[in-house]
């Protein structure tokens, strides 16, 4: 593995099955290496890659989160055939997962900053499109088992605890906004303030957020790429609820470049502006909204508050107290996350 970080432009590797020739780097992280290369038939491909030694993360290590992404693809791939938004899958064997790049550039917060931009709209679509073409292939037992909307979340609280118990979590400890957020958004993985929807889906992403949306050079065509593969699993294949996925969009799009501004920036009536062109995608593609999440709004906020919490925990997992004052303001924005269910948040 210490050959690969030092790969040059032209390098050829074994990997997976498949001999690629090197061309840039993508990304390089503890856990895992991600670079563009081409292999002998001139496929342009991404290749991810992990180390042995590689130690646990939030969501197991590098060759776990690699099987599970290598098994979304596939299960994709299965039930959607050329619909599937997903780079098409090449080879797998472990600790390598090969796929064909995407060629474009992820959305950007000035793509869209109009709600009718084509991209965000296309984004939508063929987010509820999937939902459409997938639907017909729940089961029962998939309908009965909720579990995994607060699996994560628990998993997530248990870190935030460990955390809070260490001396670098003093930030936590002090602030009172943010510790009674915390606890507050962790009760409800027992009791939800609500009746959760049960429309789910194949599931189209996991972490579907601006940067994980490829848009293909001269638009018309969408790709997700780095796909959560840590959700429901029944009969191989992976399930999710859309607004899940909204929420996602929602924090990262909304909510994450606003952390520097106050948080009173945002009132308690005001509406997530990604909703609306998930209303208008949904109206293009014929689905009743109010017929598939009679609580979206609701379900929304506390999924949106899920995601806090796991934004919390990763920062405070991988940066620790460095990441703190960004945390305790998104965690002031918990309250307003919750405007529409009770709470005993102020």
Same mark, same amino acid.
Request: glycine share 6%; aromatic share 8%.
């Given at each position: ?79 959607l055939g050329a619909a599937s938004p997903f780079p098409r899958f090449v080879s797998f064997d472990g600790d390598t997962l090969i796929q064909e790049y995407a060629r474009g550039g992820v959305l950007t ?5 109009? =709600?009718? #931009? ?33 699996? =994560? ?38 009791? $939800? ?10 599931? #189209? ?11 293909? $050079? ?42 520097? #501004? ?8 005001? $509406? ?34 899920? =995601? ?39």
């Amino acid at each position: 593995m210490r050959g690969l970080r030092s790969m040059v432009p032209g390098d050829e590797v074994a990997l997976a099955g498949l001999t690629v020739r090197f061309k840039e780097w993508l990304s390089t992280t503890t856990n895992t290496l991600m670079f563009r290369a081409e292999t002998r038939s001139g496929t342009e491909v991404t290749v991810k890659t992990t180390e042995a030694s590689a130690g646990r993360d939030l969501v197991g290590n590098g060759s776990e989160q690699l099987a599970a992404q290598a098994g979304q693809l596939r299960a994709t791939e299965r039930i959607l055939g050329a619909a599937s938004p997903f780079p098409r899958f090449v080879s797998f064997d472990g600790d390598t997962l090969i796929q064909e790049y995407a060629r474009g550039g992820v959305l950007t917060r000035a793509a869209l900053a109009d =709600r009718h #931009a084509p991209a965000l709209e296309l984004a939508f679509d063929t987010l509820l499109r999937l939902s459409q073409l997938s639907y017909e292939h729940r089961t029962a037992a998939t309908l009965r088992d909720l579990d995994f909307l607060t699996t =994560r979340l628990s998993r997530l609280a248990d870190i935030l605890r460990h955390i809070c118990g260490a001396e670098l979590s003093q930030h936590i400890r002090e602030n009172a906004s943010l510790s009674c957020a915390i606890d507050t958004a962790i009760s409800w993985q027992h009791d $939800p303030p609500i009746d959760l929807g049960r429309t789910l889906t194949l599931c #189209a992403h996991g972490d579907f957020v601006p940067q994980n949306i490829v848009a293909a $050079p001269g638009g018309g065509e969408i790709t997700f790429i780095d796909p959560r593969g840590y959700v429901l699993w029944e009969d191989g294949v992976p399930w999710w609820d859309p607004v899940i996925e909204l929420a996602s969009f929602t924090l990262f799009h909304e909510i994450v470049p606003r952390l520097s #501004a106050a948080a009173d920036h945002m009132t308690s009536g005001e $509406p997530w502006a990604s909703v609306q062109p998930f209303h208008d995608s949904a109206t293009r593609l014929g689905i009743d909204v109010g017929r598939a999440w009679p609580n979206l709004e609701q379900e929304l906020d506390y999924f949106i508050s899920a =995601r806090i919490i796991g934004f919390v925990a990763v920062s405070a997992f991988y940066q620790a107290s460095s990441a703190f004052p960004d945390a305790t303001v998104l965690a002031d924005l918990l309250p307003l996350s919750v405007r529409r269910v009770e709470s005993p948040i102020a």
